[in-house]
Structures are given as C-alpha cells and as structure tokens.
C-alpha cells in the first residue's frame, strides 16, 4: 500500500535526499529553494519530521549541538516520496494578501490602496533582482532553473499588473 505524503512531508523527504539535516538546517533549506512559492512553518517542519520518523521514513540521530537532531532518509522514505513525485500535482491555489483586499477595494480610499500597491511593488521589484542575480549564478540544474524562469515571470508580470492598476481603479473606469 503506497506511503501517503502531504506536500511539506514530500519536500523535507525531497531535501534529505542531500544528506542527514536537523530540521533547522531544513527550515533554512526550504526558505532558500521554495520559500518565494511554497511556504513551511517551524512547527510543521518538526511535526512532519516527527510522523516521518514514525512511519520510518527518516531515521532520527543523536542529539548534536544546539540540541539538533539530524534525520536521514531511508530507504521507504526514498521509495515514498518517489511515489509522491510520480503522482500529478494539484492545481496551485493564489492567497495573495493585496487581491484579497483588492477584492474588498469599495470600502477603501482608492489612494490607500494605490499606497499598498507601491510597497507590494518594492517587494516584487526586490525579488525579481533577486531571481536575476541567482539566474547568472553558475550550477544550477536545470530544474533550478526552470523553477527560476517561473519566477522571473511571475514577477515580470505582477508588476505589469500593477502598472496597470491606476487606471483600472480610477473613477472614470468604474463604468466600464
């Protein structure tokens, strides 16, 4: 009967696959490499790891430093998370926090909105630089780098969008 494995389980499996780690070092792991588009807590990094230890799918070591527990995969924890990845993921669901008060836009002045699309912009604009300059890193795979290229495009275009926001929301295109 094949492992069931919900995405957090699968992607600490997925970054074990380099080595023993603490669940600090992948917390720290997951930020760098899927931080921007999927997004772990603390808490559920260690209550997964814990369950996967449970399950057998990653073995627990002694105690280190700092108290860290390094995990390492074993060989049902290759095998599930073989079987997770072979499975067709599901479709993404968006939770973008300034759609979500956009949404709600008619109960808000039009300039304080406009004022949260500017400090979004920031963040967006800080990210794409980012994606840039890790794109002209040498070593990554070509895995890396299509999830990057996504990136890069996804940030090209929310800042298109937000170009484009100033007039959608202006009073003479409430009619339209």
Do not use: C, K
């Not at 600090?24 to 792991?29: A, C, I, K, W």
């Not at 500017?118 to 795979?141: C, F, N």
């Amino acid at each position: 009967m094949p492992v069931e494995l919900n995405p957090t389980a699968a992607s600490l499996l997925g970054f074990l696959h380099a080595g023993p780690a603490s669940g600090y070092e992948l917390m720290g792991t997951a930020e760098v490499f899927i931080g921007d588009f999927w997004s772990l807590t603390r808490s559920q990094v260690y209550r997964e790891l814990a369950a996967l230890a449970e399950r057998g799918l990653v073995a627990v070591g002694a105690t280190g430093a700092r108290s860290r527990r390094p995990y390492r995969l074993t060989e049902a924890g290759r095998e599930a998370f073989a079987a997770w990845l072979a499975e067709p993921p599901g479709t993404e669901q968006i939770r973008y926090p300034l759609l979500l008060t956009l949404a709600f836009g008619e109960h808000l002045d039009t300039e304080r909105l406009l004022s949260y699309v500017a400090a979004h912009r920031e963040e967006h604009r800080r990210r794409l630089a980012e994606y840039q300059a890790t794109a002209a890193t040498p070593g990554l795979d070509r895995y890396q780098r299509a999830t990057l290229t996504f990136g890069t495009h996804y940030e090209r275009a929310v800042l298109a969008w937000m170009d484009e926001l100033p007039d959608l929301l202006s009073p003479e295109a409430a009619g339209s």
